[in-house]
């Protein structure tokens, strides 16, 4: 059974309220830190945690497309590099440039400056 606290004398504020098991019981939903976000127990507890790492992944992608989104605006000149590598396998490079040293500087200056602001919303 999965103690839903470790302290030696549990709140039983944080009992069940149907069954009042301080253990993880059949009502048990989900129990995760709030804080860590880490490993969660109850029912809901795997499919949580696949919801959350492909979100995670999902987020990540839009994250570093704003990212080359946002360098392409800095960039002079843009190519594309489609490389086809084993058959059905494409590596699509994006390639970025810039004129001179001083424009390498100023594009890497404005870079660090910018912001990435994140929405999440669930529906
Ligand atoms: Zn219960």
């Not at 029912?43 to 990212?67: G, M, P, T, W």
């Not at 058959?87 to 100023?106: F, Q």
Request: charged share 25%; hydrophobic share 40%; with cysteine.
């Amino acid at each position: 059974m999965t103690r839903l606290s470790d302290s030696d004398d549990p709140d039983p504020a944080a009992n069940c309220p149907y069954c009042r098991s301080p253990d993880a019981c059949k009502h048990l939903l989900l129990s995760i830190d709030q804080d860590e976000l880490g490993e969660a127990s109850g029912d809901l507890a795997a499919v949580f945690a696949e919801k959350l790492e492909d979100a995670q992944q999902d987020l990540a992608h839009q994250i570093a497309r704003a990212l080359l989104d946002a360098a392409e605006r800095l960039a002079a000149s843009t190519t594309g590099s489609p490389i086809h590598d084993r058959p059905g396998l494409t590596w699509n490079y994006r390639n970025l440039y810039v004129r001179n040293t001083t424009d390498m500087r100023t594009a890497i200056t404005k870079f660090k400056a910018l912001k990435v602001r994140i929405t999440v919303a669930v529906e």
